[in-house]
């Protein structure tokens, strides 16, 4: 099915793996997917999604605080409480190892994929994504298509998170149709 998807979608799922990896999950869900979308803040369908209020740092709290995985915020005021600086710590760690050096590792016990694995939500999300452009009649599955089938899938972790956003999931989900078939247009 990769094959059929444009660059800017390969990349999302991509940086889905990257998100769980980030966050120590061992799964790929609809939230990273989320999350992956929301890190190409130039594409068109992290845009819709920022005229919605979403980026990518409070996706990623909202994430984290939902699945567990790093909450600096969390884990600063707690090691605080007991008088230690989470920030000097980090910064010395760094100047010393280099950035990232406290980021958590990524899971182990992989197969031949070195990535997470796909939830059955996030794999319907793909099957979904397929769906959307082929009802658009367009070969190439586009972010627009993906964030289509995250909204169409309604059950999964994102949905959830989009809702708790505030998110009016119709009028995202008639956003992201024009939006493809915008595209669709100018590929024409």
Known sequence: MFERFAT???????LAGGEAQRLGHRHLGTEHL???LLAQPQDPAARLLGRFGLDLDAGRLAVARALGGPDPERD???LATIGI??????????STFGPGALDAPPAGGRSRW???RF???AKRVMALSLRAAADGRVRRIETGHLLLG???E????????????GVDLADLEREAEAMSADGRAEAS
């Open 8 to 14: 800017e979608a390969r990349r999302t799922v991509t």
């Open 119 to 121: 939830t059955d939500r």
């Open 150 to 152: 995250l909204i169409r």
């Open 85 to 94: 600086d989470l920030a000097a710590v980090r910064e010395a760690v760094e």
């Open 34 to 36: 989320l999350l992956g």
């Open 76 to 78: 600063g005021a707690a």
């Open 154 to 165: 309604g059950g999964g972790t994102a949905v959830r998170l989009l809702r708790e956003r």
């Open 114 to 116: 070195s990535g997470p």
